[in-house]
């Protein structure tokens, strides 16, 4: 009997064992479950507020008005990305073609606040970026970085990551980010920033003042050919002729500013014509449409356009094949 007793008394406390440990697994693995539940909600909640402010942030650079309002929003937008940010503006050599630049700091944070200006020759690893237009991580020291931008961007790490500010063909800045950064989420910002930058430039290039035709003497009757002047036009033969040098002055900016290496290659060539033919006439019979046969007046403010800034005044430069003034 005791030893059938024994017996029953252990079955006892191993069923009592089993029913104590599934009861403590269960429980952990409810516990698990409300850590990894908790767990995803807070991800959640952390990746929608990283979307939303995105989103503001991109909605902000849509409506910047200028050039230093989006340099100083991108250093603010990328607060949660990285500890400290500089991001330089590229002013280009006056000497076409030069390969030197400029680099300015427009906006910074926790980045220091003296002056910063320095050549491209002084940073190799800011011109490896103007060249590439690609995200550059470099050592934070001379000669990759200049020794003032290294100073105001150190912390230690040996390490800084520049990132282009694109436009179409060039760059025209450099975000430079110290302190762990979050590489994907700047390269987006920097995206986005440059195609406000593109954006704004191009309104420029449509927006400034235009002067008084230039070319007064090339205004003759329709019916005589007399020359005519300025005053002799009447006002809605003046505003056409102002909507004409605009549209022309555009028209070509449009060239240089998105066709820049075919331009360059036409030039060299001697041969601009032939290079951007397919914009050229484009532009030509738009031009055509729009402004010479509304008046007997109009001038081919295109071509002056055309030759002044794509041929530098010269005409040999647009090629045997340019079909020349429409009037």
Wanted: hydrophobic share 40%; charged share 25%.
């Amino acid at each position: 009997m005791r030893d059938g007793s024994a017996l029953m008394w252990r079955d006892v406390v191993d069923r009592c064992h089993s029913t104590l440990i599934d009861e403590l697994a269960g429980r952990f693995d409810a516990a698990i479950a409300a850590e990894r539940s908790s767990a995803a909600l807070e991800a959640e909640r952390a990746r929608i507020s990283t979307f939303e402010s995105l989103n503001q942030t991109l909605r902000r650079l849509r409506e910047a008005k200028t050039e230093n309002a989006v340099f100083e929003l991108i250093a603010e937008a990328t607060a949660p990305y990285a500890e400290r940010v500089v991001v330089l503006r590229v002013v280009e050599s006056d000497q076409e073609g030069d390969g030197n630049a400029e680099l300015r700091a427009e906006a910074r944070r926790n980045a220091g606040d003296a002056s910063l200006t320095f050549p491209s020759t002084k940073a190799a690893a800011l011109a490896e970026v103007m060249t590439s237009r690609e995200p550059v991580t470099a050592l934070a020291a001379e000669p990759e970085i200049a020794e003032e931008l290294a100073a105001a961007l150190g912390d230690g790490s040996g390490k800084v990551y520049l990132f282009p500010l694109n436009s179409r063909q060039s760059v025209m800045g450099i975000l430079a980010a110290g302190g762990r950064p979050a590489p994907s989420a700047l390269e987006l910002l920097c995206g986005a920033a440059g195609i406000r930058l593109e954006a704004l430039k191009a309104e420029g290039l449509a927006l400034k003042p235009l002067p008084q035709p230039a070319t007064l003497a090339q205004i003759t009757d329709g019916k005589t050919g007399a020359p005519q002047s300025w005053s002799d036009l009447s006002p809605e033969d003046q505003r056409l002729h102002l909507q004409a040098q605009r549209v022309a002055r555009v028209r070509v900016a449009e060239m240089r500013l998105y066709h820049s290496d075919a331009l360059r290659d036409g030039m060299t060539a001697g041969n601009v014509y032939g290079a951007l033919q397919t914009q050229i006439d484009s532009a030509r019979k738009s031009f055509l449409q729009s402004f010479l046969s509304k008046s007997p007046t109009m001038v081919d403010y295109l071509h002056l356009e055309i030759l002044r800034s794509l041929a530098h005044d010269d005409d040999r430069l647009l090629g045997e094949t340019y079909p020349g003034p429409m009037a």
